[in-house]
């Protein structure tokens, strides 16, 4: 289990410092948990902090009861701790199944590097041997992205907007790809989204506005809320969620 | 053969023992050994050092090595090779030069090598340059390498020196004739004060003539770096010329491309680009349990791969 203890970060900016997030508490369970909300609300800030890639001003994070807060992207990284990104870095001359087995930490075969690639739906043997540069397309750079975190298979997986940069066809099929995750991944996955589909399938849905946690609770408790029948989706997730403090 | 030299052999050419097909190896500036087949022969130059490598009109899938050892100190040569090959052949050229220099004082090997690439012939050539030695001692290899591609013809050229050498110029020269076509492939990767040049110079002089030349280049402490390229487009053709550089520590990498268009339906490109390893890179690989030093290795290993 992962826990943020009243974490807080603050970032220097043009108009001065800015706090991007305020005191967060958060338990992140077994399951598939879901973070949504407006843009700049603080998510990624959030996750790159879950990562190590940034260091909150103020707070501890817990895994599995270990204080983890001091610890480096690496050292995480071998504690179990995956991350996605949400715009994937592009490599000259590192193939695909380079880092696939790069991902999973030993020499894997063709063979197995095809199968998580195949399950991102990829058509494996042509993008094993092909370089992680400018040649793949921003869709097949975010699947195989997602493949090197099914290749870790460790117990907390981070995901930041998977659907980001998608184009709808491709939107689709990665849709199966989590609902599909759900099962077979384990561990804790953690997905930043904005996409009803993916709210749809969470154990656990979290709203992060403004730098808090706005509400967070079973997709049953959250969803109605956010995707209100009567109004607009972003009058109620701007209405409810500042009134409902 | 010692076992230095032998090392050296496999670090170069990529052989061990014996290897397949012609050869002809040069170990401190004498013949070590040499074999030719039917369609190639090879023969010592008479009023210079080197040799001529003559390949018969048609030979195919045929290979030739040419490696060129260095063990001992206070050594320098300049030596002439001259290759002619045959209309409608298809071979693989292997040359490479490596230096194991324990002493303090200089060794150098300066390779002049000149092609006649036939008509319709297709040619790859292999370089590696390769320098070790725990000594003082400077190991300089300035390679000059000068193409000629009749019409029809193709030549790649894969030239790559990742260690060890400290002192570098190398110099190419290609004209090249009718539907003629030259692929250049360089990895380079300097380290301590090592200093590297390379300087291309094509004439796309045939119609038709197509001209694509790469590097790849690492610079790592204190090590210097200058790229020049000059593709001139003389006749309808088309010609790239790219430089892509990662600099790190306090080295200091040049780039110059120059493309000169003399005929109207000339179309040439050149890009250039230097800079460090990108941290994101880094920060990526680090998420997946690398440290901060295993990734910036395997993304130089993969740069220059």
Known sequence: MLELKEISFAAEGENGRKEILKNINLKIDEGFNVITGPNGGGKSTLAKIIAGIITPTEGKIYLDGEDI????????????????????????????????????????????????????????????????????????????????????????????????????????????????????LGGSILIISHQERILNIADKVIVVANGNIKAEGTKDEILPELLGATASACKVLTDSLGGNE | MNNIELDLLKMIADIEGTPKGAYNIRANGKLDSRAVTENIDIKTKTDKPGIDIIISPGTKGETVHIPVIISETDYSETVFNDFYIGDDADVTIMAGCGIHNCGEKESRHDGIHTFYVGKNAKIK??????????????KNMNPTTVINIADGGYMEMETTQIKGIDSTNRITKAVLGEDAKLIIHEKLMTHGKQFAGTDFTVDLNGK??????????????????????????????????????????????????????????????????????????????????????????????????
């Open chain 2, 125 to 138: 050539y292999i370089e590696k340059h390769y320098g070790d030695g725990d000594g003082n001692g400077e």
């Open chain 1, 69 to 184: 807060t001091e610890l480096s992207i690496t050292e995480r990284a071998k504690k179990g701790i995956s991350f996605a990104f949400q715009q994937p870095v592009r490599f000259k001359g590192i193939t695909v199944h380079d880092l696939i087995s790069l991902a999973s930490g030993k020499d894997i075969s063709i063979n197995e590097a095809c199968d998580y690639l195949s399950q991102v739906g990829l058509c494996a043997r042509d993008y094993i041997n092909r370089e992680v540069n400018a040649s793949l397309s921003g869709g097949e750079l975010k699947r195989i992205e997602i493949a090197t975190v099914l290749a870790r298979g460790t117990k907390v997986s981070l995901f930041d907007e998977p659907e980001a940069g998608i184009d709808l066809w491709s939107f689709n099929n990665l849709i199966k790809v989590f609902e599909k995750m759900r099962n077979t």
């Open chain 2, 208 to 305: 038709n003539s197509s001209a694509n030349v790469v590097s790849r280049s690492v610079a790592k402490d204190k090590s210097k770096q200058r790229f020049l390229s000059k593709i001139n487009g003389n006749n309808l053709c088309s010609g790239h010329t790219e430089c892509d550089a990662i600099i790190m520590d306090d080295a200091v990498v040049s780039a110059i491309p120059e493309i000169t268009a003399n005929h109207i339906d000339a179309s040439l490109i050149h890009e250039a680009a230097i800079g460090k390893i990108a941290g994101e890179q880094l920060i990526k690989l680090m998420t997946l349990g690398l440290t901060e030093a295993e990734a910036e290795k395997q993304i130089v290993n993969g740069f220059l791969k």
